[in-house]
Nanobody
């Protein structure tokens, strides 16, 4: 059974930092294109940061220079370091594991809420 469990969300003031974690079981993060997406109230889910199938990073323009995605293959965990947070970063953040590029599956976590106050 595949599980992606996000943690680290919460309430933070504008300009602050948070680190999100995605603990993965049932698959290996090193074999999937792992990523973070977010969905703000009333908006569609959008890409924040991902590892592509070749291992490079894809970062949304709105967070470039502020957010960093990383992974620890030994811990089977993916992280999202978020600095200089802005109120517009407020959203539910979801972890994603994707292997559809090779005919496999895609999996989602249940999300963690990040609220940035002004």
């Amino acid at each position: 059974q595949v599980q992606l469990v996000e943690s680290g969300g919460g309430l933070v003031q504008s300009g602050g930092s948070l680190r999100l974690s995605c603990a993965v079981s049932g698959i290996s993060v090193g074999l999937y294109a792992m990523g973070w997406y977010r969905q703000a109230p009333g908006k569609q889910r959008e890409l924040v940061a991902t590892f592509t199938s070749d291992g490079s990073r894809n970062i949304a323009a709105s967070v470039k220079g502020r957010f960093t995605i990383s992974r620890d293959n030994a811990k089977n965990t993916v992280y999202l370091q978020m600095n200089s947070l802005k109120p517009e970063d407020t959203a539910v953040y979801y972890c994603n594991a994707d292997r559809r590029w090779s005919g496999g599956m895609a999996y989602w976590g249940k999300g963690t809420l990040v609220t940035v106050s002004s």
